[in-house]
């Protein structure tokens, strides 16, 4: 009898720890919610996770129709028919945001701590919707409205608020960002180093340019270029290094003329001839010999983006040349400028800023 009551009393006390509606097991579910503050179940029917009590759907929808370039092609009433959609598409995704902002300032209130406002990314939430009705509110009344379309791009955002993993991931990332001050530090360190560096040595030396002397200019020389461009453009810069420096190109180096795919041989004493083309051939006079003056321009390689005239077009050279992107052409020109062993400069950079890069990793 003890056996058999003790027996019955344990699988009493195992059926009431199976039981589903025990306090242990509520417990658990509701833990497992993504929204545990809110009811599990609306309308007997519609959990959390349900598409009607979700607006990822929705957001990734707008998502697709903001990254579209194009979408509605080139045919008049192909483009009239898809304008109309993607403007009722847009409106209805507005309506969407708007409604779901409205209804949760209605359950949780607007202010205080556990209000709508009183959270970081329900805040976001109210700005990207009161800038959507700053924009429907100005369409039609000559107003600009660029700067203000550009804050769609903030409605992806939306989704880290709908999905609490990806929540919990970007709150982490936000919070290790005061963590990587020393490391922004050591980063600034090295590209202030090297920007005076870069400034020091070679400031100016990146305008440098072959001219023509002023002893030849009697001649009609109009056809030609101010200063000796490759191929007539400044796409591949000649820069020659002046009598002062220790550059790799002079203007001595200035390749010679070709007319027809021939070299020209001719001198400055046959330039009336060079006016004249006869029914046989033109004439072919290098002119380019004459480009033997060493002197700074106006314009720096690239449409001026790339010099060390100041720390901040230094800075934005160091940038390039770390990321890999280019850096031989920069380290080429200067060294044309100035000298050949300038690019240890380079190489000790790319050096130091890779293992920076591993620290930083």
Known sequence: WGREEGGGSGAASGSQMEQPGSESSGRTEKEELPYPSLAPVVLLALTQTSPPRSCILAILLNCVTLGMFQPCGHTPYFLQLCNLFLKALDDGIFVFFAGEMLVKM????????????????NRLDFFIVIVGMLEYSLDGHNVSLSAIRTVRVLRPLRAINRVPSMRILVTLLLDTLPMLGNVLALCFFVFFIFGIVGVQLWAGLLRNRCFMGEDVRIYNITFL???????????????????????????????????????????????????????????????????????????????????????????IAIFQVIT?????????????????????????????????NTING
């Open 225 to 315: 270029n101010g200063y000796y461009r490759p191929d007539g453009t400044d796409d591949h810069p000649f820069i020659c290094s002046t009598e002062r420096d220790n550059g790799m190109l002079r203007c001595s180096d200035v390749p010679r003329r070709r007319v027809g795919g021939a070299y020209c041989f001719l001198g400055a004493e046959d330039a009336q001839s060079e006016t004249r083309v006869t029914v046989d051939k033109p004439s072919c006079v290098n002119w380019y010999q004459y480009y033997n003056e060493c002197r700074a321009g106006e314009i720096n390689p690239h449409k001026g983006a790339i010099n060390f005239d100041n720390i901040g077009y230094a800075w």
């Open 324 to 356: 890999l992107e280019g850096w031989v052409d920069i380290m080429y020109y200067v060294m044309d400028a100035h000298s050949f062993y300038n690019f240890i400069y380079f190489i000790f950079l790319i050096i130091v800023s890779t293992h920076t």
């Open 106 to 121: 209605v359950a949780l209130g607007v202010i205080g701590q556990k209000g709508y406002l009183g959270d970081t990314w």
